[in-house]
């Protein structure tokens, strides 16, 4: 059981390139979080996703953010023309169903905009 | 004001000495949260809690519903317990809300 894989653990982006984080969560999980920390602040929900379906994506910023959890694959948060600004940690969760059934976080990807 | 606050923000204690880190939260939710974060490293999860008390180890948590409040408690503190604490809460099947984290250093 390898848990819930975050990759790359470190992403370089010069402003205006596309980043993707790929996050694979736990075997049997079918319910993914995306949160961000940027840095000297608290960590803040951006989207949950069930396959194939976004359930909420209140705490994503309305443009150059999306999110998909396809039927197969990873889950991947993509920002399109990064700005520097974007520079954060981003750690996606994992649950094996909705409701109080706890949490399973990756290691995150530090995502850094040059 | 923040829906979740925790205190105090940045502690440092001792070797052995006895530990807490208090959270109070001002929404109703299903479930209160404690993690814990090393520098540069990921999130684990410690406790789970809707209500009473859990302890793992050294780590003890407790919640009181009626107050809206949590302690998370760490007995003979050791310097690998370095990190900072996070208290989340839950509503439902929604993700998450964080307090800001508690700093914790163990000195030896």
């Known amino acids: 059981n390898a848990g819930v894989m975050q990759n790359p653990r470190h992403l370089v982006r010069r402003r205006g390139q596309e980043a993707r984080l790929r996050c694979s969560p736990m075997k049997g999980h079918s319910h993914v979080y995306w949160y961000r920390q940027l840095p000297e602040e608290g960590l803040k929900f951006m989207v949950y996703l069930q396959k194939e379906n976004i359930i909420d994506e209140s705490g994503m910023p309305k443009e150059r953010f999306s999110a998909e959890f396809p039927k197969e694959g990873p889950s991947i948060l993509r920002i399109q023309q990064v700005v520097r600004g974007d520079s954060a940690a981003y750690f996606c969760?994992?649950?094996?169903?909705?409701?109080?059934?706890?949490?399973?976080f990756g290691s995150g990807t530090r995502l850094t905009v040059v | 004001k923040n829906e979740v606050e925790q205190s105090p923000q940045n502690l440092t204690a001792q070797e052995g000495e006895f530990i807490t880190i208090n959270c109070s939260y001002s929404?109703?939710?299903?479930?209160l949260h404690w993690l814990q974060q090393h520098p540069g490293g990921g999130i684990v999860s410690l406790f789970m809690l809707s209500s009473g008390k859990k302890k793992h180890g050294r780590l003890i948590a407790t919640i009181n519903i009626q107050e809206k409040h949590s302690s998370l408690h760490i007995t003979a503190s050791h310097p690998r317990d370095s990190a900072v604490y996070i208290c989340?809460?839950?509503?439902?099947?929604?993700?998450?809300?964080f307090g800001k984290g508690t700093h914790l250093i163990i000195q030896p």
């Open positions: 969760a994992s649950s094996p169903s909705a409701g109080n059934y706890g949490y399973t």
């Open positions: 929404v109703g939710i299903s479930a």
């Open positions: 989340a809460v839950s509503r439902g099947a929604d993700g998450l809300t």
